[in-house]
């Protein structure tokens, strides 16, 4: 974690994702937009025998 928050840091995430598999490639877009959200979501955990 504190290698993600030093590359933050140092605005070089660009490194940090290739060297862990995680660099988002898009291609060329024809603009200089370039965002992109990502979200995760988590499920609450069910009891046992119910759904």
């Known amino acids: 974690m504190k290698e993600a928050k030093r590359a ?3 605005h070089n995430t660009n490194d940090f994702l290739k060297r862990y598999g995680g660099e988002v490639i898009t291609g060329h877009t024809g ?3 370039a965002d992109i959200i990502v979200t995760r ?3 609450p955990k069910v009891k046992k025998g119910e759904q």
């Open 8 to 10: 933050i840091k140092k």
């Open 41 to 43: 979501t988590v499920s």
């Open 31 to 33: 603009t200089n937009i």
